[in-house]
């Protein structure tokens, strides 16, 4: 793996970087869109992709709003992805309990969701309680916690906390600490978390960025939708239909949750200058103890696209 930033960023070595690559995993902040605006060449990004037959889907930490919501509002905004086409930390954790239920790691028993109201919609026909049924239930197959907002009262954080005590799997949709919202800096669901750990000195299976569910999620996800030829169909499909994590690239503008963690993941990670993160972030996450480059360096999702083999 390459550390020098400018020869990561040359066209040549992009192209190398990506060689064998046939699935994409595409951060939505940062490389699509940045502060709600459409990103210069991200519609015409996704179209390349279409016509080219390489599937992709969106991956974002969002577990406020379900897929549907999500969609729609990209939509209005100029970036029309289907909800099947997107995977979030909260559709993630709803994914997980699914697979767990069916092959019975969860048990019988209910869920307990902590989280809004549309990202609820994601858990649709799974047996969830409500937090007047958690206050008095005596078990919970699970404890799931997203960004539940006023939700996270008192007496539900007692209720979670309870449940767990009584052995209920303990799953995150994220750890995030705080989050940028139009009222100014908010407390997140991250703080939550770390505070039922500490309480029951267990610690919760993640479900977003950077944990290896999300990223397994989205590579099964892109299996689907490479054997469909497009949008996947939910039908069953042959191993020869599958990708491989190192046949996919996670292209993100955070350098931990989105590089880092698909690179631990299995995946390649390919680093966009078009977000947040910069050459301080990026000399930095080269630096540190256990860290390593990106895979490559673009300034943008139309780098990289471009460069993907023909």
Not at 237 to 254: C, K, N, Q, T, Y
């Amino acid at each position: 793996m390459c550390d020098d930033p400018k020869m990561m960023t040359s066209t040549d070595f992009l192209a190398d970087r990506l060689a064998g690559v046939r699935g994409l995993v595409l951060d939505l902040d940062g490389v699509l869109v940045l502060k709600g605006a459409l990103l210069p060449g991200a519609v015409e990004a996704l179209a390349e992709l279409d016509a080219r037959a390489i599937p992709y889907v969106i991956g974002t930490n969002m577990s406020m709003a379900s897929r549907t919501t999500l969609a729609r509002e990209l939509e209005r905004g100029g970036l029309p992805i289907p909800a099947e086409r997107m995977v979030t930390a909260a559709s993630s954790a709803a994914a997980l309990a699914r697979r767990s239920l069916a092959r019975r790691r969860f048990g019988s028993a209910p869920l307990y969701v902590m989280a809004s109201a549309d990202a609820m919609t994601e858990f649709e026909g799974l047996h969830l309680l409500s937090h007047d049924e958690a206050a008095r239930a005596g078990a919970a197959a699970a404890v799931i916690v997203g960004d539940a907002a006023e939700d996270f009262t008192y007496r539900n954080i007692q209720s979670a906390f309870r449940l767990l005590r009584g052995g209920a799997r303990f799953v995150a949709m994220h750890k995030n600490r705080w989050w940028i919202t139009p009222a100014g800096v908010l407390l997140d669901s991250g703080a939550y978390v770390a505070a039922l750990e500490y309480a029951t000195e267990r610690r919760a299976l993640v479900t977003g960025k950077p944990s290896a569910a999300f990223f397994g999620e989205a590579v099964r996800m892109l299996g689907e939708d490479r054997a469909a030829g497009r949008g996947r169909s939910g039908e069953s499909h042959g191993a020869s239909s599958r990708l491989s994590p190192r046949e996919v690239a996670m292209v993100g503008d955070d350098l931990w949750n989105d590089v880092r963690g698909a690179q631990r993941a299995g995946l390649r990670g390919v680093f966009v200058r078009s977000g947040k993160h910069g050459d301080v972030e990026l000399a930095r996450v080269i630096s540190e103890r256990g860290g390593g480059a990106p895979d490559a360096v673009a300034p943008s999702i139309s780098e990289v696209v471009a460069a993907l083999p023909r």
